[in-house]
């Protein structure tokens, strides 16, 4: 079955810090994505970046990068040099590309960065 | 702008009624649509994936008859919560998926049943 689970409730960084927001993910297909969102309180849904089973490289977007653990079935995100701005909830989801081809998401952690 | 146009944004209706949530995708044509229904300070939950022309298909434990999804066109999908009662209240949003890893999500619809 299909499964996200982020074990971190809660993170504090300091501003300028780096901090990396765990991931796991269960899934029997070979092909799927892997998702983060950030959802500000104002509830939209902020993508961020993804990563493809197949892909060899992890990705990156600006200061956000994905540790991606294909045989540990993790896929951690990792924030450089925080903002005040980066206080939200982020959110881990995956998508499997085969029958089912839903859209799952983890239980979220709500980073606080303080200044 | 936004891609994944919802609405309303906000709505409140009485006890027993029905409202309706649209979720429209702009400039693209999408093949798949997902209905998802967020408690405060909790995830999203997947409520049901939308395919145009076809039945929704609905996760366990969402009750088709109370939460009808229609996706008549490749641009738009609807959510109607039939009956409402104050325990419906949620956050609802779409998401719009245009190709396997394309997604994007409406602006969410926060439903207040009084």
């Known amino acids: 079955a299909q499964k996200i689970t982020q074990t971190q409730p809660g993170m504090f960084v300091q501003e300028k810090e780096a901090v990396t927001l765990d991931c796991t993910y269960d899934?029997?297909?070979?092909?799927?994505?892997l998702f983060w969102y950030k959802q500000p309180s104002s509830g939209e849904m902020i993508f961020l970046i993804y990563?493809?089973?197949?892909?060899?490289q992890n990705a990156t977007e600006g200061r956000y990068s994905l540790n991606f653990q294909k045989a540990r079935k993790s896929a951690n995100l990792v924030i450089s040099a925080s903002q005040l701005g980066d206080s939200a909830m982020y959110f881990c989801?995956?998508?499997?590309?085969?029958?089912?081809?839903?859209?799952?998401f983890g239980t979220g952690t709500l980073l606080a960065v303080q200044p | 702008g936004a891609v994944v146009s919802q609405h309303p944004s906000r709505v409140i209706c009485k006890s027993g009624t029905s409202v309706k949530i649209e979720c429209r995708s702009l400039?693209?044509?999408?093949?798949?649509m997902f209905w998802y229904r967020q408690f405060p300070k909790q995830s999203l939950m997947l409520m049901a994936t939308?395919?145009?022309?076809?039945?929704?298909?609905?996760e366990q434990g969402v009750e088709k008859d109370k939460f009808l999804i229609n996706h008549a066109s490749l641009t738009l999908s609807t959510l109607t919560v039939t009956s409402a009662h104050p325990e419906d209240s949620s956050f609802y949003i779409c998401?719009?998926?245009?190709?396997?890893?394309?997604?994007?999500f409406g602006e969410g619809s926060w439903l207040t049943v009084v």
């Open positions: 400039d693209f044509q999408a093949t798949t």
């Open positions: 990563q493809g089973s197949y892909d060899e």
């Open positions: 899934t029997s297909d070979q092909s799927y994505g």
């Open positions: 939308s395919n145009e022309g076809s039945k929704a298909t609905y």
């Open positions: 998401s719009a998926s245009l190709l396997g890893n394309t997604i994007y």
């Open positions: 989801a995956m998508r499997e590309f085969g029958a089912t081809n839903k859209l799952i």
